[in-house]
C-alpha cells in the first residue's frame, strides 16, 4: 500500500509539472539556460523563460518587439497596439489596457506577459501577477531617457539586445535633431492637449501627463500646465488659459474641433480665433516609444505654422 501510494504521489508530481510546462509555467527541456531573472520596474524579481507566447499590453511595447523583428512570438495586443498596423490585424485583441481582463489575456496561454506600468485596472494587474504566468510591468515614464531605458530592457527581456542598441542609436541621432530644431525654432507657443470634450467642456491635459511631456519636447509650452492631470475646463477658464493652438488626437480630432469651434469662448482665446487646432495620431503622439522624437519634431512644425495662413 505504501508502495502505492508513493507512486501516486509521484505520479500526481509529474503529471501537474506536465501541465505547467504545457501551459508556459515552467521551461520545456532545453529551455533552462535561457531562463532569466529580471528586476521589473515595480522591482519586483521576475524568473521569465525563452518566451513564445507574448501577451503586450501597451503600444510601446508591442512597437518596439515588432521592431526587434520578434512579432511571430507576440500572440495578443491591446488596443493602443496600433503601430505598425498590422498588429491589429495580425494579434488577438485584449481590449484597451486601462481595462484589460485578466481572464481574457490568460485564455491565450501566454508563457510571458509584458505590461506598461499603468495598465489596469489594478485588480485585473493583481490577477495576472497571481496566476503563475510571469508579468512584466515596464516603466511608462513621458522621457528621452525612459524611451531608450524601456528599449534597451524589452531587448534584454526577448534576447534581442544587439537590435536593441542600433534602435537606442536612431532614437538618440533623432532626438539631437530634435533639439536643433528647436534651437533654430525659439517659437514657445502655447499649447492645449484636449483628451475629448464631456458636455461641451474640453478636458484638457495639465502636469504629469503624456501630452504636457511632448508638448516640452517639441519646444512649447503647455497651457495647462498649472493644473495636475486631465482636467475639465469651464468657458471661463479655458478663455484665461490663453491657448495659442489647440492639440487633439486624430481619433476624435473632427469632433473635438467641431464642438470647440462653436463654443463662444473658445471664440475669444488666440486659438480660436486664428481656428488653430491640430491633431496627430493618438499612440505616436503619446506612446513614447521608438517613433516619439520624430513624432516630436513633426509635432513643432504643425505647432509652428498653426493658424498662419498657407
Known amino acids: 500500500m505504501k508502495q502505492d501510494s508513493a507512486l501516486s504521489r509521484r505520479w500526481l508530481g509529474l503529471s501537474l509539472i506536465a501541465m505547467s510546462v504545457t501551459a508556459g509555467l515552467l521551461p520545456k527541456t532545453g529551455e533552462a539556460a535561457s531562463v532569466r531573472t529580471i528586476t521589473d520596474c515595480r522591482g519586483r ?15 510601446t511595447i508591442t512597437e518596439t518587439l515588432y521592431a526587434f523583428r520578434r512579432s511571430r512570438n507576440i500572440i495578443g495586443v491591446d488596443l493602443t497596439s496600433t503601430w505598425p498596423e498590422q498588429a491589429q490585424r495580425e494579434k488577438k485583441n485584449l481590449g484597451y489596457m486601462r481595462a484589460i481582463s485578466a481572464e481574457g489575456v490568460l485564455s491565450l496561454r501566454p508563457d510571458l506577459i509584458l505590461a506598461m506600468n499603468d495598465s489596469g485596472p489594478a485588480a485585473a494587474m493583481d490577477q495576472l501577477a497571481a496566476s503563475g504566468v510571469p508579468v512584466v510591468f515596464v516603466d511608462a515614464t513621458h522621457s528621452p531617457e ?3 531605458g524601456r528599449t534597451r530592457f524589452l531587448a534584454e527581456i526577448v534576447g534581442a539586445e544587439a537590435a536593441g542598441e542600433h534602435l537606442c542609436t536612431t532614437i538618440s541621432d533623432q532626438f539631437q535633431k530634435l533639439a536643433l530644431w528647436r534651437d533654430a525654432h525659439p517659437q514657445r507657443r502655447r ?16 502636469a504629469g501627463t503624456a501630452a504636457d511631456a511632448v508638448i516640452g519636447l517639441a519646444g512649447a509650452i503647455n497651457a495647462g500646465a498649472a493644473m495636475q492631470g486631465y482636467k475639465i475646463v469651464d468657458q471661463e477658464n479655458l478663455v484665461a488659459l490663453c491657448p495659442d493652438v489647440i492639440l487633439t488626437m486624430q481619433q476624435s480630432g473632427d469632433a473635438i474641433r467641431d464642438e470647440l469651434l462653436a463654443d463662444p469662448g473658445f471664440q475669444l482665446t488666440p486659438a480660436g480665433k486664428k481656428r488653430a487646432i491640430i491633431a496627430m495620431e ?6 513614447f516609444g521608438p517613433r516619439t522624437p520624430q513624432a516630436a519634431l513633426d509635432l513643432a512644425r504643425l505647432i509652428e505654422t498653426a493658424g498662419h495662413p498657407a
Open 45 to 59: 524579481r521576475v524568473v521569465i523563460p525563452a518566451a513564445q507566447r507574448i501577451a503586450c499590453i501597451g503600444g
Open 146 to 148: 525612459a524611451i531608450e
Open 191 to 206: 499649447v492645449l492637449f484636449v483628451m475629448r470634450m464631456t458636455n461641451n467642456r474640453p478636458m484638457a491635459a495639465g
Open 282 to 287: 493618438g499612440e505616436r503622439l503619446l506612446g
